[in-house]
């Protein structure tokens, strides 16, 4: 099965739809990007990519993620569109899935989108893809100590705090929290559409459904 599949998956909520991109629309998310994402003294990514943007660098990690997807080990980036324009983007990533039944997630929305709730609303429908959709029993995600909009977002989804890490995206020591959401946990605040989901189902390593 062709990871092409996964160009039929839609992730709806009130206000936004997640799916996969065209290669106009992965040009398009770069301008967003160029326009800014967080202030420049901080440093939202484990990877810094914001401090060197490069287009081809950009479009190619998101084709990458394609290529390289196996049903053991898989990284779905999802574009967050807003009256039919990208904001941003929403991962949902596991490796061997159909063991742990686990899943990790990371997103950016463009400086000029965020405070209005659309980094809830995001997030909240991936958990719906991981926790109703694919069977998932937990989900974790992090935020830096002066992330505090990333924060919010997983208090108020339910995620418990589970520890800290220092890490040094740019060099320099930072205070890194780790949050985790169990199934028995979720509720989703918002209503989620999942469509086109059942034919991709075996490249997340679950078994399709019966009947």
């Not at 479009?59 to 904001?87: S, Y």
């Not at 949050?179 to 997340?204: N, Q």
């Amino acid at each position: 099965m062709s990871v092409e599949t996964l160009r039929q998956l839609r992730l709806v909520t009130p206000r936004l739809v997640l799916r996969l991109p065209t290669e106009d629309e992965l040009h398009a998310l770069f301008a967003v990007a160029e326009a800014g994402i967080h202030p420049p003294e901080e440093m939202p990514f484990e990877f810094p990519w914001t401090d060197d943007l490069q287009r081809e660098r950009f479009v190619d990690f998101h084709r990458e993620a394609w290529t390289l997807w196996t049903p053991e080990k898989w990284t779905c980036n999802l574009l967050t569109f807003l009256d039919g324009k990208p904001i941003g983007t929403q991962e949902i990533s596991a490796e061997n899935f159909a063991e742990t039944r686990e899943v990790g997630t990371g997103s950016w929305i463009g400086a000029s989108f965020q405070g209005q709730g659309y980094g809830t609303e995001q997030r909240a429908a991936v958990l719906e893809l991981a926790f109703r959709g694919l069977g998932a029993l937990a989900a974790t995600s992090g935020a830096w100590e002066y992330n505090i909009a990333s924060q919010r977002i997983s208090a108020k989804l339910g995620y418990r705090q589970t520890g800290t890490r220092l890490l040094a995206p740019r060099g320099e020591p930072v205070t890194h929290y780790d949050y985790r959401l169990e199934a028995v946990e979720w509720h989703s605040p918002i209503a989620v559409e999942l469509l086109g989901l059942d034919d991709c189902l075996p490249l997340f390593g679950v078994l399709p459904r019966s009947g």
